[in-house]
Each structure stands twice: as structure tokens, then as C-alpha cells.
């Protein structure tokens, strides 16, 4: 009997929590149905693992500052049907390591474009372990839900120079996000430092194509050289808010879902979390 009471009395506390939870639900979806029109909504997520010098996280953040505001970005974001775009900028590492430098952001102007490029510029570094392209990833899906904005795409960017070593497998990752109409573009850091260290592998861009990037109009750019680094994000931004292909930076078309799926990769995708368990410092 007490317990059939105990049973009553939960129910007539929570019933009325339930009713509003229920009621809320349809203006919650609602009103992400009718956030702010935008042709493409970006994540930028940048990897601040510790195999990433100071120099490579400054060529990250560089690479995206000057690409902001490069009149080829500026040009490319006017040619769209609503000339806005809404992005946020995100630092990941290990599974649940990712913060946010740039929450998200309408860029309709030159001026909103040098507004965030400058707070790009005065964030502060930082640096953590392992690396977790999987965790960037699910992190990054999460945050399109009810985030103000309603583009015609939604796509993120993964820069980073090594392949992953934490979390679930990153291919899981990338199909859960596939699922739900996001693209992942890559941008590889390969060969950036004179040395393979022991957190580094070969051939990172077929990794990145083969592992990491997915979805509709997908495509990697590796980078391969310091100096490449601001023109193979300023291209990779344009085409992915233009759809300008530029071969002479190494662009890639990537797969979508359905080749993704069919084609076996030319390289292993648990190739991280193998050297990982095999004893390796690791990143």
C-alpha cells in the first residue's frame, strides 16, 4: 500500500513537469525551424593536442583569421543566395576535451568577418592530451542543435596532424554524423615539422580521406609545407561557402555517403589506437 502511494505521489509531483515538458517540445523544435536563414553553418575544429607546436597552433589560427577576412572569402560569401554564414570556432584533444574560443557567429560583412577574426586573434592557446577526431567530431555535431541559425548546410572542418587515438573509432563518428546530413572536410598537417615523431604517421591525407571526411561535397587539402597553410584554408573556406575548386593546393573531392560506405580504406582506420595500445607515447 505504502508503495502504491509512494507510486501516486510521484506521479501527481511529476505529472505537471511532464505536461510542460511535453507542451515545450513542439516550440523548442519550432523555434530552431525559425532560426536566422544562413547558406552554411561551420564548425572549425582545430586540434590542440600536444604533438601541436606553438608554431602549427598559431598557423591553425592564422590560417583562419587571414582566411576571414581574404577579399576571396568575402567575395565567395557575397556570390551566395543570402550572403550569410554562421560559424564557431572549437579546440578539441582527447574525448571529452573540447572547448569553445568562438561561439557562434553571423558573418554577413566585412566587418562581422574582421569582428570574429579579430577574436580569433586574441584567444589564448592551450595544449592537452591524446587526440580524439571522433570526440571533435561528435562535439561539433552537437553543437548545430537549436543553435539560433538554419543553413542550407552544415559542415566541419577537422585540422589537425595526427590521426585518432582516443574515444570511439572516429569512422563511427563520422557515419552518425553523415546520418544527419552534416559534411566533414579535413585539413590534414602533414609533413609541417622536419620529423616523424612518434605521434605522427605517414600518408595523414589518405588517413583524412579514407577515415575522417564524409558527406555531401566533401573534400581534404593536406598541407604540407608552413607556407601553404593560410592558402589552403582561405581555398578551403571558399570552397566550401562557394564551391570554387582550386587543384593547384592539392584539393581532394571527397566521398559521399554512398561511396563511403562501398570503398574498403587504403589504410587503417584504427591505425591511431593500435600505436596507442602498442606502448607508443602518444600525443
Known amino acids: 500500500m505504502d508503495d502504491v502511494k509512494s507510486r501516486s505521489g510521484l506521479f501527481r509531483c511529476c505529472a505537471p513537469l511532464a505536461i510542460m515538458t511535453a507542451f515545450l517540445a513542439p516550440i523548442a523544435a519550432s523555434a530552431r525551424d525559425q532560426g536566422v536563414a544562413v547558406d552554411a553553418e561551420l564548425v572549425f575544429g582545430v586540434d590542440i593536442s600536444y604533438s601541436m607546436n606553438r608554431q602549427e597552433q598559431e598557423l591553425q589560427r592564422e590560417g583562419y583569421v ?14 551566395n543566395a543570402l550572403g550569410k554564414i554562421a560559424i564557431a570556432y572549437m579546440q578539441w584533444a582527447q574525448y571529452n576535451d573540447q572547448d569553445i574560443v568562438l561561439n557562434w557567429t553571423l558573418i554577413d560583412s566585412p566587418e562581422s568577418a574582421r569582428a570574429a577574426a579579430d577574436k580569433l586573434s586574441n584567444a589564448p592557446y592551450r595544449r592537452a592530451r591524446r587526440t580524439s577526431i571522433s570526440g571533435a567530431i561528435d562535439a561539433a555535431s552537437r553543437l548545430f542543435e537549436a543553435n539560433g541559425f538554419k543553413g542550407a548546410r552544415q559542415i566541419i572542418d577537422i585540422s589537425g596532424d595526427g590521426p585518432n587515438n582516443d574515444g570511439r573509432p572516429v569512422t563511427e563518428a563520422r557515419a552518425d554524423a553523415i546520418a544527419k546530413d552534416i559534411s566533414i572536410n579535413g585539413l590534414p598537417l602533414e609533413g609541417i615539422r622536419p620529423y616523424l615523431g612518434p605521434a605522427d604517421i605517414k600518408d595523414l591525407d589518405i588517413y583524412y580521406e579514407d577515415c575522417v571526411v564524409g558527406g555531401p561535397d566533401s573534400f ?16 578551403k573556406l571558399v570552397r566550401e561557402i562557394a564551391g570554387a575548386v582550386a587543384p593547384q593546393y592539392g584539393l581532394k573531392q571527397g566521398w559521399l555517403v554512398q561511396s563511403a560506405q562501398m570503398r574498403a580504406p587504403r589504410i587503417s582506420c584504427l591505425i591511431g589506437e593500435k600505436l596507442w595500445g602498442g606502448g607508443r607515447q602518444r600525443n
Open 66 to 79: 587571414k582566411a576571414l577576412t581574404s577579399p576571396e572569402f568575402l567575395n565567395a560569401l557575397r556570390s
Open 220 to 235: 581534404m587539402i593536406a598541407v604540407r609545407d608552413v607556407k601553404q597553410f593560410v592558402d589552403a584554408t582561405r581555398t
